[in-house]
């Protein structure tokens, strides 16, 4: 499984930003893709997760402003982040879990950091 994210860059407080990550695989069903966030000096944080089925769970720092979605056609999925703070500065990253058809055992992969820096 691979990972591909982008979308990332410098926005002033209030901004808006919306990062994509696409996942190409093979033989391999998910059960869950998720954004997290590393800022300097803290460790990386589980910031919004959807489930295969759906369903939605975020961190409470960013409920009500970041929204995840999935295109499943494109094995795609988004964090659009709306009302940004300076604390949201910070290295995403995407992350996917699942597991290969015939196994039990979950795996998960994570794509490369994306930088979204808010500048106050």
């Known amino acids: 499984v691979q990972l591909q994210a982008s979308g990332g860059g410098l926005v002033q407080s209030g901004g808006s930003l919306r990062l994509s990550c696409a996942a190409s695989?093979?033989?391999?069903?998910?059960?869950?893709m998720s954004w997290h966030r590393q800022a300097p000096g803290k460790q990386r944080e589980l910031v919004a997760l959807?489930?295969?089925?759906?369903?939605?769970n975020y961190v409470d720092s960013v409920e009500g402003r970041f929204f995840i979605s999935r295109d499943y056609a494109k094995d795609t999925i988004y964090l659009q982040m709306n009302s940004l703070k300076p604390e949201d500065t910070a290295v995403y990253y995407c992350?996917?879990?699942?597991?290969?058809?015939?196994?039990?055992?979950?795996?998960?992969?994570w794509g490369q950091g994306t930088l979204v820096t808010v500048s106050s």
């Open positions: 992350n996917v879990e699942g597991t290969y058809y015939g196994r039990t055992y979950n795996r998960n992969y």
């Open positions: 695989r093979s033989r391999f069903k998910i059960s869950a």
């Open positions: 959807i489930s295969d089925g759906g369903t939605t």
